[in-house]
């Protein structure tokens, strides 16, 4: 699913982040209090495999693909549970996907005119990007993030050539996979 609440570049400031009832963590990385998003969302909305989520998300040292598992259920839109989206990891990052990611934890359309923006500073093979809001650390314009578009089932999807800066508005969302 694509989060349906939405944010700056800055996964480490609970002041720029979502205004999620659940405590804020203070632990770990941008990239673990990503997670921690993902599995708040998903816990909300009673999504099977609560805790299992990660967001699809690259930093300097950590590719998207390797955060959300081989795949071997595949994964489905929450929009529709026919509406597969990938069979496996191989198939997630071939550079298309079966059906677009247009839905939230709710199984609600995100898409809007213009505001489809969904952070991942990854390529389409699922490999970090160089631009990544300085690793999800900067929610300021004068950094870049990669994103992705959540309404496309190309490249576009992850994103393929578009960075933007991490202070823009509108603020984008992001990929949650569950884990398998």
């Known amino acids: 699913f694509v989060t349906s609440m939405k944010n700056d570049g800055d996964m480490t400031d609970e002041s720029t982040i979502f205004p999620c009832p659940f405590l804020w963590p203070t632990f770990g990385t941008p990239l673990d209090r990503a997670d921690y998003i993902c599995n708040s969302l998903a816990w909300q909305a009673e999504l099977p495999g609560s805790g299992l989520y990660a ?7 950590v590719d998207a693909k390797d955060r959300v598992g081989t795949g071997t259920s595949g994964w489905a839109n929450t929009c529709s549970p026919e509406g597969r989206v990938a069979t496996s990891l191989s198939d997630l990052t071939d550079g298309s996907l079966q059906n677009s990611i247009l839905c939230d934890e709710n199984g609600t359309d995100q898409t809007a005119p213009s ?13 970090a990007d160089d631009n990544t809001c300085e690793d ?20 576009d999807w992850t994103g393929r050539i578009f960075a933007r800066g991490c202070g823009d508005t509108p603020r984008a969302g992001a990929y949650c996979f569950r884990k398998q």
């Open 136 to 155: 999800w650390t900067k929610g300021t314009s004068g950094a870049t993030g990669h994103t992705g578009n959540l309404s496309k089932t190309d490249e």
């Open 55 to 61: 967001a699809w998300l690259s930093t300097s040292t």
């Open 115 to 127: 505001i489809n923006w969904v952070w991942t500073g990854s390529n389409p093979n699922g490999r």
